[in-house]
């Protein structure tokens, strides 16, 4: 399994510009989630979604964008960037069956907005 | 509602001295419990988790944590410190099964270990 994967890995962006975050996985997990981490304030929830169809908003979900039309792949689109969104972002998966349900990390985007 | 509290933002510790790295958590129902390691550039990565089967739990790399309900703590230890635990190191609390999905992280505490 190759299990959380994101691309890019690095991207700048010049403010007003749009890109979409890539995340994947391959656990078949029904919870996904995009974090933004900056410093000092640890990992920030931005969008969360329970299952293909369904998204909800996060803790900072201003400025972004989400939909999940499948249960593997849950992209987040930065409609138009600011400098405020340079941050380090992370997606992450878990299942929510019973039992117990860690999350699963990808390795992040460094994104830059200049 | 949940959240987590980790007490001091930066710990450093001498090589070979003990590691406490501490967690608070509030929730009216005990929750479920992690300690998530970030090395330097890299995404976090599950060190240890209570789901209530024991109190203390035993992660990677010799790491433990104890849930103390009376407290509301779960705090991570290690007996000794290595160079390689140098990392940021996150608590997150998960709501019991059926009362929501959303993890709560601390703001990390970042461990320095001096050789």
């Known amino acids: 399994n190759a299990g959380v994967t994101q691309t890019p890995k690095f991207q700048v962006l010049k403010t007003g510009q749009s890109m979409t975050l890539q995340c994947a996985q391959d656990m078949n997990h029904e919870y996904m989630s995009w974090y933004r981490q900056d410093p000092g304030m640890g990992l920030r929830l931005i969008h969360y979604s329970v299952g293909a169809g369904i998204t909800d908003q996060g803790e900072v979900p201003n400025g972004y964008n989400v939909s999940r039309s499948t249960t593997e792949d849950f992209p987040l689109r930065l409609l138009s960037a600011a400098p405020s969104q340079t941050s380090v972002y992370f997606c992450?998966?878990?299942?929510?069956?019973?039992?117990?349900?860690?999350?699963?990390f990808g390795p992040g985007t460094r994104l830059t907005v200049t | 509602a949940q959240s987590v509290t980790q007490l001091g933002s930066h710990v450093s510790v001498s090589e070979g001295a003990l590691v406490l790295l501490r967690c608070n958590y509030s929730s009216s129902v005990p929750p479920y419990l992690f300690w998530y390691v970030q090395y330097p550039n890299q995404g976090l990565q599950l060190l240890l988790k209570y789901t209530s089967a024991a109190t203390l739990v035993k992660g990677i790399n010799g790491f433990e944590a104890e849930f103390k309900k009376s407290e509301t703590s779960f705090h991570l230890t290690k007996p000794s410190a290595h160079m390689s635990d140098a990392a940021e190191y996150f608590c997150a609390v998960s709501p019991p099964i059926g009362t929501g999905n959303q993890f709560y992280f601390g703001t990390g505490t970042s461990l320095t270990v001096i050789p």
């Open positions: 992450a998966s878990r299942s929510t069956g019973t039992g117990f349900y860690e999350q699963y």
